[in-house]
């Protein structure tokens, strides 16, 4: 699996410019909900090992395919293992929107929740972060940070200068053993087993902000601007 260089601030956007605006997603009840997350209205096949004729993620781990349209109520918990899939696969989306994520010379933005079980990157030298949380544009982490804090979740604001996906999460079907959910590198033998659910991310050599970067301002001469109420 090849490593992405994110420090290009020039590197090609999919849209016209650097400044085209992440989506807004859809709301349920008023609130914001992320393009990751799965509806009620989607459903996760039976549990069975891995098939043929299942459809393959990168590196060829079989990938849990959902049926149904994303309707009904959020689970604000789950994601959408499709969804997710394609945005961490970019490790340039963002996981609210699926626009591009917020970018500066010293990488992309993560906003994570802290880890209580992992060392504090903002108090220990941290060479790298596992999450399966892809990264955010700088509209939606500064509404992703107001709800963490309305949860009181302490979060993490990182820049990353380089991204590898390394690992996948999913449910292991090993043979004569009762499934697990187990998270597993990309050169485990035993990916033959799994059907997968979630790519995980090693977000190199972060550098941990004490806070969101500012959105900008509104300017009337210039596009919408990402700094629009919400
Ligand atoms: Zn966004």
Redesign the pocket.
């Known amino acids: 699996m090849s490593t992405v260089s994110l420090l290009d601030p020039d590197a090609p956007t999919a849209g016209p410019g650097p400044l085209r605006q ?1 989506p807004d997603p859809v709301r349920f009840q008023g609130k914001p909900v992320p393009l990751i997350l799965a509806w009620t209205g989607e459903k996760p096949p039976d549990p069975a090992p891995p098939r043929e004729t299942d459809v393959l993620s990168i590196d060829g781990v079989r990938w849990e395919s959902w049926s149904g349209t994303p309707q009904g109520v959020p689970l604000w918990t789950v994601h959408h293992p499709g969804r997710q899939l394609e945005l961490m696969d970019s490790r340039t989306r ?1 996981l ?2 699926g ?1 591009p994520a917020h970018r500066t010379r010293e990488g992309l933005l993560w906003l994570l929740p802290a880890d209580p079980a992992h060392p504090d990157p903002r108090t220990t030298a941290t060479q790298a972060i596992r999450t399966a949380n892809p990264p ?2 700088l ?2 982490a500064h509404q992703a940070q107001r709800h963490c804090r309305s949860l009181a979740v302490d979060c993490l604001v990182l820049l990353v200068p380089e991204v590898e996906i390394v690992a996948v999460r999913g449910t292991v079907h090993r043979p004569g053993a009762a499934p697990c959910w187990e998270e597993l590198d990309l050169d485990h033998p035993d990916l033959e087993f799994m059907v997968g659910q979630q790519l995980v991310a090693e977000l190199r050599d972060p550098v941990v902000l004490d806070e969101l970067p500012p959105l900008p301002q509104p300017n009337r001469s210039g596009p919408p601007s990402e700094g629009a109420s919400r």
């Open positions: 992440c963002c609210v929107g626009g955010l544009c509209r939606h």
